[in-house]
């Protein structure tokens, strides 16, 4: 089976995906575990202007969580033309026959068969 480049640019979207929503959850259990370590409320500690020593894992969370939201909207973007190819493919395999019964009407009629 041949993959097609539509279907190999899904699939790197995907791993994408999944690599940054793994290191996403591997950032945020360890900033969870940090703030019980410390004691801290979670809208002090989840605040990167209030928590100085975790600003950049802060900003580095927000930033996976915009890049796994844009990747999404990639993955669904791919899913909904291949959706739609698959559609007009359909739609155009159910008007095939058709087209044989009006080819073999015209056929019957011009060589005098009337079965149909």
Do not use: C
Not at 31 to 39: H, I, N, P, T, V
Not at 48 to 69: C, F, S, T, W, Y
Not at 87 to 107: H, N
């Amino acid at each position: 089976m041949e993959v097609s480049a539509s279907d190999r640019e899904l699939i790197a979207v995907m791993r994408q995906y999944f690599a940054a929503k793994a290191e996403l959850e591997s950032l945020r259990t360890r900033l969870e575990a940090a703030r019980k370590a410390a004691g801290e409320a979670i809208g002090v500690f989840y605040d990167p202007r209030q928590n100085a020593e975790h600003a950049a894992d802060l900003q580095r969370m927000h930033r996976l969580k915009g890049e796994i939201v844009a990747l999404m909207h990639r993955a669904e973007a791919w899913w909904k033309a291949a959706s739609a190819a698959d559609r007009r493919d359909r739609s155009e395999a159910e008007a095939e026959p058709e087209e044989w019964q009006s080819f073999e009407r015209r056929a019957d009629a011009l060589f005098g068969h009337s079965d149909v």
